[in-house]
Nanobody, 116 residues
């Protein structure tokens, strides 16, 4: 079973920037789609950004997703952060492990707090 670990979350002031990292225990991002989700207390988990195995991305105007296959790592660059961005951010990947079987893998999350 592959493991994911997020890092980079911290307290930041509004308008600031952060870069979150998600590192996998083995090489997977070159062959699988990946996404960043976030969840604030009392709210549903929501999609933030995604990147396909081929490098195609779905992002917002303030967030950018990228990957470094040599490091088994994907990144979420967050700029112009706002208080409503406060949440636990999760790395997610769906891994095809058989012809008709896939496994959803989540990291434990990293806390991002945007506040003055």
């Amino acid at each position: 079973q592959v493991q994911l670990m997020e890092s980079g979350g911290e307290l930041v002031q509004p308008g600031g920037s952060l870069r979150l990292s998600c590192t996998a225990s083995r090489s997977i991002f070159g062959r699988n789609d990946m996404a960043w989700y976030r969840q604030a207390p009392g709210k549903e988990r929501e999609l933030v950004a995604g990147i396909s195995s081929g490098g195609n991305t779905v992002v917002s105007g303030r967030f950018t997703i990228s990957k470094d296959l040599s490091r088994n790592t994907v990144y979420l660059q967050m700029n112009d952060l706002k208080p409503e961005d406060t949440a636990v951010y999760y790395c997610y990947v769906k891994i095809q492990v058989a012809i008709e079987a896939a496994v959803d893998v989540w990291g434990p999350g990293t806390q991002v707090t945007v506040s003055s």
